[in-house]
């Protein structure tokens, strides 16, 4: 056995069974062990961001890593910016980085690079296999540190030598460490600032978004009488019909500082404290009051579902609010981003799977989606767009049985729009909803924002997409899908409902207006 | 004046009047202000490694350096795979990648991580710019950093709050240091050695790739009878039609070393030491012949034509061999890669550009374009695929009145096809040639190189793109751009005729079998 095929085997033992790759000729070992381990899926993807967002739909929606497999330095790099995405979103990922054999670093080849001072821009967790009998072991601890909690993205760099040496060994998952229980005084000085009758809000994000937990936040903040928010990005949000319904904190700061004027007391239940996503001339950064404490229920790898249910049963917490089932009418007419919003509140199927990267054209949708059959909501962690539809694909490879819908802007889509082709190969059941505005609306909106001597012409050019303008059901067409386009609110609730009832791949272009 | 538009004026004053960028929110202030400098011309990409790509393009060409503008650290990682291409190309660069204001770094924002670390990657020179009344200095700095010798990228950070500030103060360029002159008993020694009777080897590379070097250099060989051969992927070599001919040292190791075999002394004109691109079981990744002594002529920080003019007089070098006009006959029937080769071989006009990521595809366009009319090529310098349309762009923006051809491949093309827009968008004179051959051909034949367990199915579907088969006129036409596609060697011709007589951007798609 090489030391591919123990790495391999190793990641299948430890229930790591799919790879997103994007591999090259220092990979070439690990390709050729995959028919040695027909365990491990792979999935090829034409560009590393696609695979590394891959992994992070996948790792949310199944709840354990997939891996990666990436080119070197450059590859790496491709692949940074949805790894900074998991990375925000806490997925776990075992984020495999191939590298030229380790008695050839010394020549300084072309392709040569530093890796490592590029993965601390991610990982925590990094881990230089150099021989064959330790790779496994190697292998086992990354799963080890992906996994957490808290999740996260665990980079192995693996030297060709390694891979293609014999006396590979698979190695063990370690025991997982117990967190510390929560300890009660905390539970207790939480629950009385809840129960102060001071104005307080329970701030929800990360594994509370999950249905159980939400619910039992929901139901902590209505038997306290405080607010209940969740963050403006969620990884995860479980929402829908039969679920606690959620608020979240606007991307906006002005709005934020709205939703939270007042407050004494913010309990964060796997959260971080709200902060402005940009800063603004004069404008504050920290959007918690003045005056008003940030109560920590669990850190991030705590065992936030005790101390939730220690929380719940010290302030008397029973039932959490339920959202009834409510779907908007069907649009008719002119093609609107909220029209098309409101068509997908209408249609939604049972455990459809949302990666929200529809950015401005997509504001209304999670209203318009509030009473839709139960779903999942998946949104841009980390703010580095060009997510959502490697997003799509991983979420698809680890719920095949449930539809999944990308919401998308054109502008988003241009960064990582080779995700199609890996749709299309692995004949993945993902509707693309494409909003074609012909503009990056959100910096227009910020370029607004930033004083007056913004907007000349030469400042509004560089934000234009209409020159030329793009035609995003050619693209995706190029890329092997099928593909059509709307320019009615008729016409696209036609093409939606048909793209909803066939499984496959599809694009739907959405010719909207901007919103701005 | 604020600091971004001192930046801007300072980038101006300095040279410095061309900027791909791709930027977000805390690069508004620095897009407001271009309004105010007009002097800049600003090119708009969608991914960030086109922007990195094309300013590697452009300083290949220009000789002095273009900016970038870049969002935050995953905008930086987006572009990393192309600054590394850059970095071996030792291209100057002014890499400025904005920031969060810097009191808002502390909150830890969604877009939050550390940029320094990722440039670290490709960057000796990083400056944080902190106040607006240094950023003009931190600006020139960079400049004078970027343009060397060596070339190289410097990184510039932004913090939005630099930008925004008033009290911008434009910066100066820094005398430029003079470089060590050659010592005439290290010219003697390496005379000596040309001299010696010894099989012998003048390897140029660097900045020998430009005509009046090259010939120089080529001269030198001539007098002394060593043997001349040029880097594997030059940065930018001048060749054709009554320039010095220059075989290159091949990508395969084993074809390498026959170059290389026998050889006593390897003399390097601006090139390293030649070495493996891949390091392969059993093989060797040191090129260099055991027992064959290495001299170089000039540091990569040195006067390199001094250098040469000196060790030109002490070998009494006069005249170089010259290359003869020569035109391979128009291809017909079938269309094969080679036969794209050749109608490039026969049609290309005077004056042309060539950026070549053909890879497989293109493995004969050297030998059928030797005789061409002159021209420049641009090669896949540190072996980070997704550069070849990129560094189109940047080369069209530096030579508004010369043809650029883009050989490119498929595989490669997917990376950066973001580029097919920004062509149309600023009608760059850039005719595409596309080699459709449906494969990882590289691949394909790495795999087989590794050894005995390779080309299981699993593994060979990893290389293969022909499920399902893509469609890169489709594609090329979405972005805005004209396209078409070619199945016969005669509808070949006609099709690059036409695009070589017509400025302005198009893509040829040409349906070739992989020739591994």
């Known amino acids: 056995m090489n030391g591919a095929q123990a790495l391999i085997r190793t990641l299948v033992d430890c229930g790591v069974d799919t790879c997103f790759m994007n591999p090259g000729t220092s ?3 690990f390709v050729a062990a995959l028919d040695a381990v027909p365990e491990m899926r792979s999935v090829l993807a034409l560009f590393e961001g696609v695979a590394t967002g891959a992994a992070d739909g996948y790792g949310r929606m199944a709840g354990r890593p997939a891996a990666t497999l990436l080119h070197l330095g450059p590859g790496l790099g491709n692949g940074l910016a949805n790894l900074h995405n998991a990375r925000r979103a806490r997925t776990p990922i075992v984020n495999i980085v191939g ?17 490592e001072t590029v993965a601390r821009n991610v990982s925590t967790f990094i881990r230089w296999s150099t021989k064959a009998d330790e ?9 080890s540190a992906a996994s957490g909690p808290p999740g996260q993205v665990a980079t192995l760099v693996l030297p060709a030598d390694v891979s293609w040496s014999e006396g590979g060994l698979p190695g063990r998952l370690p025991a997982p460490a117990r967190p510390e229980p929560p300890a009660d005084a905390a539970i207790a000085e939480i629950a009385a600032a809840l129960q102060s009758g001071e104005p307080a809000c329970v701030f929800v994000g990360g594994r509370a978004g999950r249905a159980e937990l939400l619910a039992q936040a929901s139901a902590i903040a209505a038997a306290t009488g405080a607010k209940l928010l969740g963050e403006t990005f969620p990884a995860r949000l479980e929402r829908g019909a039969g679920r606690a319904p959620l608020d979240r904190l606007a991307y906006l700061a002005e709005f934020a500082a709205m939703q939270l004027d007042g407050l004494r007391h913010i309990v964060l239940i796997d959260a971080k404290a709200p902060v402005s996503f940009f800063a603004y001339p004069g404008k504050a950064s920290d959007l918690v009051p003045e005056g008003c404490r940030v109560h920590v229920l669990a850190p991030p790898d705590g065992d936030l579902a005790t101390a939730l249910a220690m929380l719940a049963e010290r302030v008397g917490a029973s039932t959490a609010p339920v959202q009834q089932p409510a779907a908007p009418g069907l649009p008719t007419g002119a093609l609107t981003a909220d029209a098309v919003c409101a068509a997908l509140g209408a249609l939604m199927p049972e455990g459809a799977i949302v990666s929200d990267e529809a950015n401005t054209s997509g504001l209304t949708a999670p209203g318009r989606t509030t009473g839709s059959a139960p ?3 998946l949104c841009l962690t980390g703010g580095a767009i060009g997510q959502g539809l490697p997003v799509a694909i991983g979420a698809a490879v680890a719920c095949p049985d449930r539809k999944v819908i990308a919401l998308e802007s054109d502008g988003s889509a241009l960064y990582t729009m080779q995700s199609w082709w890996t749709m299309a190969r692995e004949n993945l ?23 007056a001597e913004a ?9 234009d997409l209409a020159r030329p303008d793009m035609d995003f059901t050619a693209i995706a067409k190029g890329l092997g899908l099928h593909a059509t386009r709307a320019t009615t609110a008729d016409g696209f609730v036609d093409q939606l409902r048909r793209a909803l009832a066939t499984p496959g791949p599809t694009v739907i272009e959405a010719m909207v207006p901007s919103i701005l």
Chains 1, 2 share one sequence.
């Open 27 to 29: 990979e070439m070992h």
């Open 99 to 115: 590298d030229h054999a380790t008695h050839h670093k010394q020549y300084d080849a072309q392709l040569e690079s530093d890796i």
């Open 135 to 143: 790779v496994g072991t190697d292998a086992a601890d990354a799963v």
């Open 375 to 377: 779903h999942d909501w």
């Open 429 to 451: 059941d993902v509707t693309t909803i494409l909003f074609n505005n012909r503009s990056y609306a959100l910096l227009n909106m910020e370029l607004g924002r930033v004083g």
């Open 455 to 463: 907007g000349g012409p030469r400042a509004k050019d560089m934000l």
